[in-house]
């Protein structure tokens, strides 16, 4: 089984940085889309859930109407019924006939208002979802235009970058190869654990980039020799020299220029 080969120390630091520098490049592309991918998803969703409502609008109205058909013809068989007691009234022998055939028809006259009513109620529920349809149809064609530019700028930014950060994502995989298990997880838990993304950075005037707090001298002539890795102890973070630092941007520099 092939074993990683042994780097110096300065190699290693020398990778590690090379890995930062990468990585922080991913993170200018990513950050150039920003939340534009999330914009673009919670857009879609709104328009999904948008013409999900519409439809179930739709739906509703089609069996209200149908409802409303249904009572009109149940208010003309009233009519016909009243028509036929009314008429049966006619011919009775007496008042308990008289009054029994009365009695049917005002209660047919009750089942008509009741369903006269039911069908106003039914007609007003019509032109509020109507009216909620509308709006919602409105709000559809706005967000579905919103989305539609919000996707163009994305492929925009996408088609720009996209072959450059796969280029460097393998680069980057290329560099976690080179290095030691031990170093790659505290690169990777130092570089989730900070703001900026930077778990290896330079001294700059006497300090670690990025950072106000002041590295002995003697601290920083022990980093510039190379000869072990040494981390902030305010930060965490691993801390490489100046010289080194300027060496693998120009390199890196060289890399990035590709795109």
Do not use: W
């Not at 673009?40 to 999904?48: F, K």
């Not at 036929?84 to 008042?95: A, C, G, H, L």
């Not at 838990?189 to 703001?195: A, Q």
Request: without cysteine; hydrophobic residues 35%; negative net charge.
């Amino acid at each position: 089984m092939a074993t990683k080969k042994e780097l110096s120390v300065e190699d290693k630091l020398r990778a590690i940085y090379d890995l930062q520098l990468i990585d922080s490049r991913i993170d200018e592309i990513r950050n150039v889309r920003g939340e534009l991918p999330l914009e673009v998803e919670d857009l879609e969703d709104e328009v999904a859930g948008l013409s999900t409502r519409s439809e179930k609008l739709k739906s509703e109205l089609e069996v209200i109407e149908e409802q409303i058909k249904v009572k009109k013809n149940a208010i003309d068989e009233h009519k016909e019924a009243i028509k036929k007691y009314t008429k049966q009234q006619e011919s009775v022998r007496n008042n308990r006939e008289y009054n029994s055939l009365t009695k049917e028809v005002e209660f047919q006259e009750l089942e008509i208002q009741l369903a006269e009513k039911q069908i106003k109620e039914m007609k007003a529920s019509i032109e509020h979802k109507k009216e909620v349809i509308a709006n919602s149809k409105e709000k559809l064609e706005s967000k579905s235009t919103h989305l539609k530019h919000k996707k163009s700028e994305l492929d925009a930014i996408m088609a720009e970058t996209q072959k450059e950060e796969e280029f460097l994502s393998e680069k980057s995989a290329e560099y976690e190869a080179q290095i030691e298990e031990r170093l790659l997880t505290a690169y990777k838990r130092i570089r989730s654990s900070v703001r900026n993304g930077l778990a290896v950075v330079s001294i700059e005037r006497g300090a670690s980039a990025g950072s106000f707090f002041t590295i002995p001298p003697q601290t920083q002539v022990e980093i510039a020799s190379r000869k072990k890795i040494i981390t902030d102890e305010h930060s965490g973070r691993i801390l490489v020299d100046s010289t080194l630092a300027e060496e693998e941007r120009e390199k890196m520099e060289k890399l990035f220029s590709k795109f």
